[in-house]
């Protein structure tokens, strides 16, 4: 019998988004747990020869949901459904599924939002510093631009609201922090989030989602 062909217990739920596109929701908020099963999920699509044969085009993973994209005029929605419903059944966590890197950043802790961090979480600005460097994080995703890191990981004692009024320019490089999430701007843009510190941007580029990251204060 192929493997396939069996009804795989305790899937995550899909749906259609449009004509050449199928989303998994494995959750909801932003867990680790979660976001493990997502990036497991998505590492073991992304190595599949089967997946490319089937007309897969992309796989974009989120906090706790995973789209597939593919050529709707040649695939087989039925076969691609199999195949990532076998693949997720079968994920174990991000590690097992493709190579993961780690990413050592250095970063200036200059932002001008430190002292409002460490305000608002009755600290001072070196604990923020200390339990921001001193944190793993997993990227969960990459979006709003294109290397943008989400990053799974920040210390709850550092979790900061976004500032009421969002700035139109943020420089390339800022590291911030945004409710419970911390990111890296590639490049200028508007941004809500509490600006910390400065990284290189250009180290953005070879981050994928399920790498490591972690920073170095410089």
Same mark, same amino acid.
């Given at each position: ?7 795989? $217990? ?50 974009? $993973? ?108 943020? $420089? ?47």
């Amino acid at each position: 019998m192929n493997p396939l062909d069996i009804i795989m $217990p305790n899937t995550p739920p899909r749906q259609a988004i449009g004509d050449g596109c199928l989303m998994w929701s494995f959750g909801n908020g932003i867990d680790r747990s979660i976001s493990k099963r997502v990036l497991a999920a998505y590492r073991r699509i992304k190595a599949s020869r089967r997946a490319v044969a089937l007309g897969i085009l992309d796989v974009a $993973p989120a906090y706790n949901a995973m789209a597939v994209y593919f050529d709707a005029g040649r695939a087989d929605t039925v076969a691609i459904e199999q195949l990532v419903d076998h693949l997720i059944y079968n994920s174990a966590d991000a590690s097992e599924s493709g190579r993961i890197q780690t990413h050592a950043l250095p970063v200036r802790y200059d932002g001008p939002d430190l002292s409002r961090v460490a305000h608002l979480n009755g600290l001072d600005v070196s604990a923020v510093i200390d339990l921001h460097a001193g944190a793993e994080y997993i990227v969960a995703m990459v979006g709003f631009q294109p290397h943008f890191p989400y990053l799974i990981g920040l210390d709850d004692r550092i979790a900061t609201p976004r500032l009421d009024s969002p700035r139109t320019h943020v $420089p390339a490089g800022t590291v911030a922090i945004g409710g419970a999430q911390t990111g890296i701007y590639p490049s200028q843009s508007p941004g809500g989030w509490n600006m910390i510190g400065t990284t290189d941007p250009s180290r953005l580029v070879p981050i994928n989602p399920g790498d490591t990251v972690i920073f170095q204060i410089s």
